[in-house]
């Protein structure tokens, strides 16, 4: 395997990982906004949402950082479709 493909394999890691992260916040902030069952199960409902929009955040501005710095501008419209 070259260093080109080996570099690509690893970045296409490290971006599906921040965009599984970001989809795995959305889907706690969802659940809690819109399911009483959601917040009946969780006494600390304003910490959680607290600590999940920080793990969005947190995800999104990863993910900003790449395309910004590694991502060529020719292969930034195939980076955004996986999202």
Known sequence: MSNERVSSALMH?????????RQEAIAIIELYLGSAVGVGDHPNIVGDLHTAVKNLAD???ALDTIRR????????AVVEDEE
């Open 69 to 76: 710095n590694f991502v060529a501008p020719d292969t930034q």
């Open 59 to 61: 995800a999104e501005e």
């Open 13 to 21: 890691a490290t971006i599906s990982r921040f965009e599984a992260e």
